[in-house]
C-alpha cells in the first residue's frame, strides 16, 4: 500500500543546476506534506514542508510545490550544492501531529 | 539545537531474546514516536505516544512490542521475543504539539538492530 510514491529511486545533478525531485501520492486525506534529508548513518533531518491550504512554500535553496488536483509535489533545489547529495524521502501525514507516511526516497548525486 | 538521542547505536540480539530501545526525545516535545526501516525498504511507522498512552500503532506493532516512558525523559521500545524478520534501523521520533510549532517530528540518529 503505497500512498506515497516517489518513483525516482535516484537522480544525478551537475552542482549549480537546479535539483528537482518528485513525489506523488494517493491518500486525499493528507493535510500536511513534508521532505526529509537522510545522510548514511543518521536519521531523517527534516527539510520543509507544506500544508494543503497552499501551492508553494520556500526556504532558502528549497521549495515545494504541491498540485493538489494531481495528487503531486515536487522539491526543487536551486543552485545545487555537493553537500545536498543525499537520501531525500517525500513524506505525509493527515495532521501534523500524526503518524508520517514515507515514500522510499531518492538519492540524489550531485555533481563535481 | 536540541536533539533526540538514540543508544545504543548498534543492538546485536539472538533470536528469541527480549531487546529495549532507548531514546531521549526533546526535553519540552509531547509526541513520541517509533519507526523503523528495513534494509533497502521506505521507512514505516509502529507507534505514537502521547499522554502516557498508545495514540496509534501500525499492524506491524503486535503484541511482541511494548512502548514505556519510565520516568519523564526517556522512551523505550521492547521487543519480548525477537525475530528474524525484527532486524531493521529503528527511528525515534518527537515533536510539539500543533500548533505551538511549525516544526514536525524530530529523528534520532537510530538504532541498528541485528538479529542472529
Known amino acids: 500500500d503505497q500512498q506515497v510514491k516517489q518513483n525516482s529511486p535516484s537522480l544525478s545533478v551537475q552542482e549549480g543546476r537546479i535539483s528537482i525531485l518528485n513525489c506523488d501520492y494517493t491518500n486525499s486525506m493528507f493535510d500536511y506534506f513534508l521532505w526529509y534529508k537522510k545522510y548514511p548513518a543518521e536519521g531523517p533531518t527534516f527539510l520543509i514542508s507544506i500544508s494543503s491550504i497552499k501551492d508553494k512554500n520556500e526556504d532558502g535553496r528549497f521549495t515545494v510545490f504541491l498540485n493538489k488536483s494531481a495528487k503531486h509535489l515536487s522539491l526543487h533545489i536551486v543552485p545545487s550544492q555537493p553537500g545536498d547529495s543525499a537520501v531525500y524521502f517525500c513524506?505525509?501525514?493527515?495532521?501534523?501531529?500524526?503518524?508520517?507516511?514515507f515514500g522510499k526516497g531518492t538519492r540524489l548525486h550531485i555533481l563535481p | 539545537e536540541p536533539e533526540v538521542t538514540q543508544t545504543p547505536s548498534h543492538q546485536v540480539t539472538q533470536m528469541g531474546q527480549e531487546v529495549i530501545l532507548r531514546c531521549v526525545p526533546i526535553s519540552n516535545h509531547l509526541y513520541f514516536y517509533w519507526y523503523r526501516q528495513i534494509l533497502g525498504q521506505k521507512v514505516e511507522f509502529l507507534v505514537s505516544f502521547y499522554n502516557n498512552e498508545i495514540s496509534e500503532k501500525s499492524e506491524i506493532f503486535d503484541d511482541q512490542f511494548s512502548v514505556e516512558r519510565p520516568d519523564g525523559s526517556n522512551f523505550t521500545l521492547k521487543i519480548r521475543s525477537t525475530k528474524l524478520e525484527d532486524s531493521a534501523m529503528y527511528f525515534c521520533?518527537?515533536?510539539?504539539?500543533?500548533?505551538?510549532?511549525?516544526?514536525?517530528?524530530?529523528f534520532g540518529d537510530g538504532t541498528r538492530l541485528s538479529i542472529l
Open positions: 521520533a518527537s515533536s510539539v504539539r500543533w500548533p505551538n510549532s511549525n516544526q514536525p517530528q524530530h
Open positions: 513524506a505525509a501525514s493527515v495532521d501534523r501531529d500524526d503518524k508520517i507516511i
